[in-house]
T-cell receptor
Framework: EDQVTQSPEALRLQEGESSSLNCSYTVSGLRGLFWYRQDPGKGPEFLFTLYSAGEEKEKERLKATLTKKESFLHITAPKPEDSATYLCAVQAGGGYQKVTFGIGTKLQVIP | NAGVTQTPKFQVLKTGQSMTLQCAQDMNHEYMSWYRQDPGMGLRLIHYSVGAGITDQGEVPNGYNVSRSTTEDFPLRLLSAAPSQTSVYFC?????????????FGPGTRLTVL
């Protein structure tokens, strides 16, 4: 059974204080690992898809990396508007497979 | 593009009532899914569709029905609402083309069953 574990559950940072969120996963043949941002009362917003170990993707202050067992979402010099819950999800390969989500990391960036 | 739209935004039902949550997408995506999100739990897949006329069960399908008569629409039906179905429901559409996979979510429907 596919599993996704995110840590920490909550993270409080000062504005400008860089940090990383962790996503550990087990999946039978990874098709893709997804990162989303979710603001309160809204649907998840797609950020990245990573496909193979060693791959990296960047968007503004966010950089996602992937190994065979985990993914990291690095946040460089965060701003208060980066405050949100960040969700990680995995999809197995072989035709259409369901996407399994983690519970998320709630990030708060304090001015 | 409007992306993924869902109606209603909020709904209150009594136990035993039925209703349909609407979902539409205008991106011509082949895949569509319904999830529920509960506190302390990740998004859980209810039903999904890989194309018009094709649907399948996800992780938590009991008490829900779906159909997909067009590429654009994917309604979710609650047959006889129960308090355990109180949740936030998200519809998503996705594609897999040219080695690229992306999934987009609607704004959600917050459902309370009394």
């Amino acid at each position: 059974e596919d599993q996704v574990t995110q840590s920490p559950e909550a993270l409080r940072l000062q504005e400008g204080e860089s940090s990383s969120l962790n996503c550990s996963y087990t999946v039978s043949g990874l098709r893709g690992l997804f990162w989303y941002r979710q603001d309160p009362g809204k649907g998840p917003e797609f950020l990245f898809t990573l496909y193979s170990a060693g791959e990296e993707k960047e968007k503004e202050r966010l950089k996602a990396t992937l190994t065979k067992k985990e993914s990291f979402l690095h946040i460089t010099a965060p701003k208060p508007e980066d405050s949100a819950t960040y969700l990680c999800a995995v999809q197995a390969g072989g035709g259409y497979q369901k996407v399994t989500f983690g519970i998320g990391t709630k990030l708060q960036v304090i001015p | 593009n409007a992306g993924v739209t869902q109606t209603p935004k909020f709904q209150v039902l009594k136990t035993g009532q039925s209703m349909t949550l609407q979902c539409a997408q205008d991106m011509n995506h082949e895949y569509m899914s319904w999830y529920r999100q509960d506190p302390g739990m990740g998004l859980r897949l209810i039903h999904y569709s890989v194309g018009a006329g094709i649907t399948d069960q996800g992780e938590v399908p009991n008490g829900y029905n779906v159909s997909r008569s067009t590429t654009e629409d994917f309604p979710l039906r609650l047959l006889s609402a129960a308090p355990s179905q109180t949740s936030v429901y998200f519809c998503a559409s996705s594609y897999s083309r040219g080695g690229k996979d992306e999934q987009f979510f609607g704004p959600g429907t917050r459902l309370t069953v009394l």
